[in-house]
């Protein structure tokens, strides 16, 4: 299935009545060949989703609200369309469940079967919301930098790295990652965090080169994972862990985190913007 073919960008019916079928997969693969990703990943990681408007039933007919967040594996098959996914979690608003455990686990054996891996998903109900904090990423900050920017499309070539210098270990990050939906043209705003270890990243180099996903096309996983590769083509670092947060859309936020070493799983605090 191609974004073509996906709701996205289409008028929709919303069905209020659960629907799993609602859920459109796309496969990871097509836009890994077209970076020079094969069978074999180059890293691993995961996909953090959280849904801001979750709402069903309980069996007396009372409305329920939960935060839910999903882990997708970055190994599985398919990623699920955005739409999608908010057309069929909107389907559980008139729908009752016994409990909500039971909505946890309907989620995940549907979410599960789309994606062609196991996803993990949790449920914060209304009792836990205080303790979901905010942050901002460590590190130090690229958009510091003074700097003339003019190419909006990824040009891999901007970005340079001092091989015969000390190596170093860093954590630098951004907030004016950019880019587009692939198939509606809608801007989707994000952050990235980058640390590496290796020969030192120039800084303005890699501010020019995130700015340039401006007018770039792609899903989110999409741009991170070709962050990921261009920096270990171009930079080669011997350690690479590239996280971005995308605000949300459609009650929606998307964070992929990519990796080739034993890094610890990011947390999953809110930046101010999402």
């Not at 008028?11 to 990703?37: C, K, V, W």
């Not at 930098?145 to 860093?170: F, G, T």
């Not at 996280?243 to 034993?262: E, K, Q, S, V, W």
Request: net charge negative.
């Amino acid at each position: 299935m191609t974004p073509e073919q996906s709701p996205l960008g289409k008028s929709s019916t919303y069905t209020e009545q659960y629907d799993p079928t609602l859920l459109f997969p796309i496969a990871r693969s097509n836009a890994r060949e077209a970076i020079g990703i094969g069978a074999r990943l180059p890293f691993f990681g995961t996909d953090i989703w959280n849904a801001y408007e979750l709402s069903w039933l309980n069996t007396r007919g009372k409305p329920q609200i939960a935060v839910a967040t999903f882990f997708v594996p970055a190994d599985s098959p398919n990623i699920v369309e955005s739409k999608s996914f908010k057309l069929y979690l909107g389907s559980f608003a008139q729908t009752a469940f016994e409990s909500v455990e039971n909505v946890r686990d309907t989620i995940k054996r549907d979410v599960s079967a789309s994606c062609g891996a196991t996803v993990s998903v949790h449920l914060a109900t209304p009792h836990e919301f205080a303790k979901l904090k905010m942050e901002e990423f460590d590190g130090l900050s690229l958009d510091r930098l003074e700097l003339d920017a003019h190419i909006y499309q990824p040009d891999a070539s901007l970005l340079s790295a001092a091989h015969d210098e000390a190596p170093v270990e860093e954590t630098l990050f951004s907030n004016l990652l950019k880019s587009n939906c692939p198939v509606t043209g809608q801007p989707d705003w994000g952050s990235v965090q980058i640390h590496y270890a290796g020969p030192q990243i120039d800084q303005a180099s890699l501010l020019r080169y995130i700015i340039s996903y401006r007018n770039h096309t792609g899903f989110h996983e999409q741009c991170v994972e070709r962050i990921f590769v261009d920096i270990m083509k171009m930079c080669k670092p011997l350690k690479l862990a590239v996280y971005a947060r995308y605000t949300r859309r459609g009650g929606l936020d998307i964070n992929p985190f990519r990796t080739n070493y034993n890094s610890p799983m990011p947390d999953n605090l809110r930046l101010a913007r999402q």
